[in-house]
């Protein structure tokens, strides 16, 4: 474990010396921040509170769903690129679990990207936008391991759609598709209060509302104890189902590749 | 080290890449793969590293049958040179190093997938840094390289594990001389390391001669010729070249057995085979006869004699230790 660890450490240090970068990043999350923000002040007008959610739930909905949404953005490409190019056959020769590889090292550059895209976005939007604060901090605390779960989740979505290039010519297609699902069924465009029931219910059944909404649930306190737990337990479900997925995918496709030459 | 009988690999498209091969290549070997663009060298090498199990034959590499190893080798190291195509454009695929990362983090990368002790690191990476002249690299990121900063990193970044096997896939594409000459360099360093068994494919002969002592040439899947590059030339002699210049007409040749001449207004170049006729006699005849400005003689290239058993075919099969 130490070793993966270290490679999430690696892609970190990576960024810290091209950190600069960063600032054109936190002006990119903090720009749509202000549309979506723009948008819902005018919706909202002189109103305070809409079907029970206040303006600045929706504000801090948006910063969540929308900042993590930034800084877990990662090279999607990647997987068809190494296919593509047939060096995802070195890949394996390496003695390392490629995929846990991968993970780690694109957890290390999305924890890189909270610390320091994420939150001095959510720190300028402080000063402009009626955030709210967090409900107390064990709901904090929770809130960041529900983040975590959250990027699983993301991450083995991302996964699956990738492995499609053993099988596709291109993939970029299929991952314009899933980001425009992630988008709007995890809530980073609508918040998910505003969603029709049946939506809600719908997506009640996907793994997209454990991306964001679950956080963002958790850090307004809009849970008690025992839906925290259920929440969790929905998030830990939907990781197992998409890890098996994505592990059969995976193996098909590398099966595919030893049998067809790659 | 690698033992193949009778191997052979078919694709479900029903490519056969490698047809019925047999090779052994003892520890410390240096073995060039020689064969054109599709021959079946990536085939076998990638047979050799168990990326494909074979369709028949028996393979072991290090004793194990590669593609149902138990653990994943640390101890054999694969450079991938060759150009590929991703769909949209022809960009140089980095197998090895991850471009995003600057080089010194990727040297730090291949420290914990190998796990290799920090003292033994930090030694072998002050050796390579000099060897390969990279030192001045670190701190840049993999994509800003040139073709050949990249290979000599991508060279350093694979020897820093010390593998038992290493295999380079076409390293020398595309890149210029200079940077050829430095990469030449310390493969001929590693090729003396009689703890490394390096298999090189090329299909640029000159390369594998100053490097290899044993070239096997692979056509169409088979192998065509397995044995030293002096052998190579010896049962292979090609023809002669000698190109005379003369002051004022050249003479006439009568009847000599050459293969055959050109003539311009003042120099003849002549093809012979000199174990039909030795340079030594055409050139007595020539200053007898004529008023001879400059002589110069070629012997054939490995090149040429290359070319030569692709013309001919599978009609040179050799020794199969």
């Known amino acids: 474990m130490n070793t993966y660890l270290q490679f999430a450490a690696i892609k970190f240090r990576n960024n810290m010396a091209y950190r600069f970068e960063y600032v054109m990043g936190i002006l990119s999350t903090l720009l749509s921040f202000v549309v979506y923000w723009s948008i819902y002040r005018a919706l909202y007008g002189t109103e305070e509170v809409v079907d029970g959610v206040t303006f600045s739930m929706v504000a801090t909905n948006f910063i969540i769903s929308l900042g993590l949404n930034n800084a877990f953005a990662k090279n999607e490409m990647f997987l068809q690129d190494k296919i593509k190019q047939g060096t995802i056959a070195n890949e394996l020769l390496k003695p390392v679990n490629f ?12 924890l890189f990207r909270v610390i320091f895209n994420f939150l001095p976005t959510v720190i ?23 983040a975590i779960l959250g990027y699983i989740v993301l991450w083995l979505i991302s996964f699956i759609v990738q492995s499609w290039s053993f099988w596709l010519f291109s993939v970029w297609g299929l991952i314009t598709i899933k980001n425009v699902f992630v988008n709007i069924l995890a809530g980073a465009f609508i918040p998910m209060w505003f969603m029709p029931a049946w939506l809600r219910d719908f997506i009640k059944f996907t793994p997209f509302d454990s991306i964001y909404f679950t956080p963002v649930q958790i850090y307004l306190g809009e849970l008690n104890g025992y839906e925290i737990v259920i929440n969790f337990a929905r998030q830990i479900f939907w990781i197992l189902i998409l890890y098996a997925l994505s592990e059969l995918f995976w193996r098909r496709g590398i099966k595919k590749l030893v049998v067809q030459g790659g | ?82 150009l590929v195509t991703d ?26 997938i190998y796990r290799i002790p920090k003292d033994v690191y930090s030694k072998r990476i002050s050796n390579l840094l000099c060897a390969l002249d990279i030192s001045k690299l670190m701190h840049y990121r993999v994509s800003q390289l040139s073709l050949g ?102 003479p006439d040749l009568q009847d000599f057995p050459i293969e055959r001449y050109t003539v311009d207004t003042n120099s003849l170049t002549l093809f012979y085979d000199s174990g039909i006729v030795s340079s030594k006699d055409i050139s007595n005849y020539l200053l007898a006869n004529g ?25 040179y099969v050799t020794d199969n230790n």
């Open chain 1, 99 to 110: 995929k846990l590889r991968m993970l780690f090292e694109d957890f290390g550059e999305g």
């Open chain 1, 124 to 146: 300028i939007a402080m000063f402009f936008a009626e955030l709210q604060a967090p409900s107390g901090t064990l709901n904090m605390m929770l809130c960041i391991i529900s």
């Open chain 2, 1 to 82: 080290m690698v033992v193949i009988k009778e191997l052979t690999k078919t694709f479900s498209r029903g490519i056969t890449a490698v047809n019925n091969i047999s090779l052994h290549i003892a520890r410390g070997e240096n073995i060039g793969l020689i064969g054109a663009n599709g021959a079946g060298k990536t085939t076998l090498i990638k047979l050799i590293c168990g990326v494909y199990p074979p369709t028949s034959g028996f393979i072991r590499v290090f004793g194990e049958n590669p593609f149902y190893r138990k653990k994943k080798y640390p101890h054999i190291g694969m450079v991938t040179g060759q």
């Open chain 2, 87 to 112: 769909g949209y454009n022809i960009s140089q695929g980095s197998a090895v190093l991850q471009d995003d990362l600057t080089v010194e983090l990727n040297m730090e990368l291949v420290r914990i």
């Open chain 2, 149 to 250: 900063q990249r290979m000599r990193v991508e060279i350093a970044s694979v020897l820093l594990f010390e593998p038992q096997l290493l295999i380079l896939d076409e390293p020398f594409i595309g890149i210029d001389s200079v940077a050829r000459e430095s990469i030449r360099k310390i493969l001929r360093e590693v090729a003396g390391n009689k703890n490394i068994t390096v298999i090189l494919t090329t299909h640029n002969v000159e390369e594998i001669e100053k490097i290899c002592s044993r070239v096997v040439f692979i056509q169409e899947g088979s192998i065509v010729y397995n044995g030293s590059f002096d052998r190579l030339k010896r049962s292979h002699i090609g023809l002669n070249s000698m190109r005379v210049v003369f002051n004022g007409v050249p």
């Open chain 2, 291 to 315: 008023d001879i400005k400059d002589i110069l003689i070629t012997k054939p290239s490995v090149e040429d004699i290359i070319k030569e058993i692709y013309k001919e075919g599978n009609k």
